[in-house]
């Protein structure tokens, strides 16, 4: 089995790609930019820029299972094509502002919202994994801290409980094994 794990240059994604390399899966990375991808022992990733669904089919071929950012616009495309490659499992990388009040006027509950509906309209079969704050959103704060400034929010009454990017990658591969 490969399962092939889009954007490899993220936190998120990169700790897939890990996760999945350390369990002894197969494992192809995809990246928009396969050359700054850096992906380890001289195993390029392969192109594949979501916004260009004619470049779907060769990032496919062989694959079974795909870790998924949310791109609402060619989330079905990529659904389909991923049935006709033969892939029976897609886990893709949303939101938890989907399930939150007003999410039809987020614009960001909205992008990961079609993205779901495509992936449940279309194709294989799905996990979605809806994270809140991710932990490194904080490093924003850092040279301001490190610089004795304090550190200024729009709602500093407010609570969040942000999730690390190797929990939610963690998820994600259990996902993509079981």
Known sequence: ???LV???RGRVGGAVWRG????????RAASGAPETAGAPAGEPPVR???GEPGGFAPALDGVRKVFLYARADTAGSFARQALAAGVEHVVLFSSL???????EDNPIARLHQGAEDALRASGPAWTFLRAGALASNALQWAEGIRAGRGVRVAYPDTYSEPVHEDDVAEVAVRALLG
């Open 20 to 27: 999945l390399r350390e369990a002894g899966v197969a494992v």
């Open 48 to 50: 594949l820029d979501l």
């Open 6 to 8: 889009t954007g490899v």
């Open 97 to 103: 502002a989907i399930d939150e009040d007003g999410a």
């Open 1 to 3: 089995m490969t399962v």
